[in-house]
Nanobody
Framework: EVQLVESGGGLVQAGGSLRLSCAAAGFSVDDYTIGWFRQAPGKEREGVSCISSRAGGTYYADSVKGRFTISSDNAKNTVYLQMNSLKPEDTAVYYC?????????????????WGQGTQVTVSS
C-alpha cells in the first residue's frame, strides 16, 4: 500500500526554522518525484518544492527560494523540507505528494499520492 506521512509541523516565531519530513511506504522515493505543497485557509494549494533523482535535481517556488531546502534520504525512504527564515505568510498546511512522472514541477495534477498534511504556523 502506498502511503505518505508528513511530520515536523508546529508553531514557530518569524525568523525561525522547522524541518518537515515525508516518510514514504510502498514505493521508493528514489523512483518518484516527491513534491511539497501548501494550502493556507481560503487559498488554493500551491507548489513549494520538489525533488527527483530521475530528473536529476530540485525545484523551488520563488516564494521560498533561498529559504527552503529539499533533500531525500533513500535509506530512510524519506524526503525532508528544511524551512529557514520563516515568515507569517508561510503559515499553511503542508502536504507531500508523489508522482512517477520524471518532472521537476509542482503543479498538483501529476501527483497521485498525497499525505494527510502537517500544520505550520508562523507567528509575527
Amino acid at each position: 500500500e502506498v502511503q505518505l506521512v508528513e511530520s515536523g509541523g508546529g508553531l514557530v516565531q518569524a525568523g525561525g526554522s522547522l524541518r518537515l519530513s515525508c516518510a514514504a511506504a510502498g514505493f521508493s522515493v528514489d523512483d518518484y518525484t516527491i513534491g511539497w505543497f501548501r494550502q493556507a485557509p481560503g487559498k488554493e494549494r500551491e507548489g513549494v518544492s520538489c525533488i527527483s533523482s530521475r530528473a536529476g535535481g530540485t525545484y523551488y517556488a520563488d516564494s521560498v527560494k533561498g529559504r527552503f531546502t529539499i533533500s531525500s534520504d533513500n535509506a530512510k525512504n524519506t524526503v525532508y523540507l528544511q524551512m529557514n527564515s520563516l515568515k507569517p505568510e508561510d503559515t499553511a498546511v503542508y502536504y507531500c505528494a508523489a508522482t512517477h512522472h520524471t518532472i521537476l514541477v509542482v503543479i498538483t495534477d501529476p501527483y497521485v499520492y498525497w499525505g494527510q498534511g502537517t500544520q505550520v504556523t508562523v507567528s509575527s
